[in-house]
């Protein structure tokens, strides 16, 4: 499938069937998630797989009764860390400095201008700019799912604070931003057949 078909062929699925994924689609598609772009390359965030039957149960009560978190084949949370800060600009620098061979030393003046930047912000603004990287990871998940034709729904309606507290993020300093199931899409999901709505090209692209 090509990109533009599996652009028109994905939407945001309403009920799913009750095929898992194998392990190797999963982990295919975590990552190609995993090489998504973030600012600074800092990656403020986690891809948390629920594969428990009984957490998704659980986990229905904090979605606002929504039935496919139980019903997909695994869910996927991208939560965010709360603790944003020289940390985490420390870890990324060794990761760098082993990936090009070079020292963490040649990297400092560096990561001094990135720790000023988080430095300057306040923790609920590092907290925005957090999501904001956690949504461009879930952009390249939607993206790259439909090129492998596994089947998705996004969703921002969720209670935050109830999937910390049943998946224990606040312990890793992490909080729910947002979530995806995955999966492949019931026969009878009449949604699948809707026409795609989307602003025409000349109305959603600006040019200057």
């Not at 082993?98 to 990297?107: I, Q, Y």
Request: aromatic share 6%.
């Amino acid at each position: 499938m090509d990109l533009m078909n599996a652009l028109e062929w994905r939407y945001a699925v309403r009920k799913f069937s009750d095929e898992v994924l194998s392990e190797m689609e999963v982990a295919a598609l975590l990552d190609v998630t995993r090489l998504s772009a973030s600012s600074y390359g800092l990656q403020p965030y986690r891809l948390l797989v629920v594969e428990s039957p009984d957490i998704r149960r659980e986990l229905v009560a904090h979605s606002y009764g929504q039935e496919k978190v139980a019903a997909c084949s695994h869910l996927i949370v991208f939560a965010v860390q709360t603790n944003i800060g020289d940390a985490l600009v420390d870890e990324y620098v060794r990761m760098l400095a082993k990936a090009r061979g070079v020292s963490s030393e040649s990297l400092q003046a560096m990561a001094g201008h990135i720790k000023e930047a988080l430095a300057a912000k306040s923790p609920e603004e590092n907290l925005q700019w957090a999501h904001q990287q956690a949504h461009i990871a879930l952009g390249n998940l939607l993206t790259s799912a439909a090129m492998m034709g596994i089947d998705t729904c996004p969703m921002g309606g969720f209670d935050a604070a109830g999937y910390d507290r049943v998946l224990g993020l606040a312990k890793e300093n992490l909080t729910a931003s947002v979530i995806c199931p995955i999966g492949r899409r019931d026969a009878g999901d009449e949604a699948a057949a809707a026409p795609k709505v989307r602003r025409d090209y000349e109305e959603i692209v600006m040019v200057r």
